[in-house]
């Protein structure tokens, strides 16, 4: 592996464990593709499943250091293309992988399969998202957390409220952070206009927004009701790029669709394809930054 993957990897040292195995995954499979190795002769050289290989190229699974060692030296053997590979710099990002404190105490709230989007979350360098009945966690106020989560909410839970905001303020600190990702988001006008807590809890979260809007990284937009140009699909999704550790290789890309007890993490090219031009098309449909922000302050005056 060259210095300029190296360097671009930098960034990537500090990552969290998922976008780590993510990435390693990634790289493997690039290796493997260099070696002209099938996954079988993979899988046999360390003494694994070719359903082994298969899950450790795409993030699900991890090695120990000295099956990884025994696979990249495999690999280095045979490739042909006069780059040598870095064995070391692989077993060094190979460390971390697996942090299995990392969902203690507060964040023990997050269901096991948005854990993944959590971590994505941390590590992208641009976020797209459709919300349509809620304001998105990451811009929610503190008081506008603790109505849906009431007691006699619908979206009520059973631990302790205090974990669940606080899990979500922890979460909205990469709007803060140096290198904090561009992210735009489109809320359809049901998610504005919605009445969750009183007025007032309604009127502070979108004069919220407003100063959201402040912020050079964050783009809102209101899709409105009357919008001639709305995609008939309105269903939520969020779309995730990470940059790739090598600087010519393609980033990670992720869509993130919800249900109400499971997700699913979507990265297939005709997935992401399919999204890619409903996102278009929203977008297209909803209002332009400044009128948005000018609806968003109308409306949180008629809240209050």
């Given at each position: 592996m060259n210095t300029a993957i190296r360097e671009g990897g930098k960034l990537s040292a500090m990552a969290t464990p998922t976008?780590?195995?993510?990435?390693?995954?990634?790289e493997l499979a690039r290796?493997?593709?260099?070696?002209?190795?099938?996954?079988?002769?993979?899988?046999?050289a360390i003494e694994k499943t070719g359903p082994v290989i298969s899950r450790l190229e795409h993030g699900e699974t991890g090695l120990r250091r000295?099956?990884?060692r025994e696979l990249l030296e495999f690999y280095a053997e045979r490739i042909a293309d006069g780059e040598p590979v870095d064995i070391e710099w692989f077993l060094e990002f190979n460390k971390g992988a697996e942090n299995r404190g990392r969902w203690d105490g507060y964040r023990s709230v997050h269901a096991k399969w948005?854990?993944?989007a959590v971590d994505l979350e941390a590590?992208?360098?641009?976020?797209?998202?459709?919300q349509t009945e809620l304001i998105f966690g990451l811009f929610q106020t503190e008081d506008y957390m603790r109505s849906i989560f009431a007691p006699?909410?619908?979206?009520?839970?059973?631990?302790?409220?205090?974990?669940?905001?606080?899990?979500?303020?922890?979460r909205q600190k990469i709007l803060s952070k140096s290198d904090a990702p561009d992210i735009t988001v489109i809320f359809s006008e049901s998610?504005?206009?919605?009445?969750?807590?009183?007025?007032?809890v309604m009127s502070d979260q979108l004069t919220h927004l407003v100063k959201l809007t402040e912020n050079p990284n964050i783009q809102i937009h209101v899709l409105p009701f009357r919008s001639p140009r709305a995609p008939v699909d309105g269903s939520p999704f969020i779309q995730f790029r990470i940059p790739a550790l090598d600087?010519?290789?393609?980033?990670?890309?992720?869509?993130?669709?919800?249900?109400?007890?499971?997700a699913e993490y979507l990265d297939g090219n005709s997935e992401l394809a399919q999204y890619h031009k409903l996102w278009g098309g929203l977008l297209g449909a909803s209002l332009d930054q400044a009128t948005s922000k000018d609806f968003l302050i109308r409306v949180a005056k008629e809240f209050r």
């Open positions: 976008v780590r195995r993510l990435q390693l995954g990634k290796l493997r593709a260099r070696a002209n190795v099938r996954v079988d002769q993979a899988a046999k000295l099956e990884l948005f854990r993944m590590d992208a360098d641009t976020i797209d998202i459709y006699d909410s619908p979206n009520s839970a059973s631990a302790h409220i205090d974990d669940f905001i606080g899990a979500r303020l922890e998610a504005i206009v919605r009445l969750n807590g009183t007025p007032k600087p010519n290789a393609p980033p990670l890309n992720f869509v993130y669709v919800e249900t109400l007890t499971n």
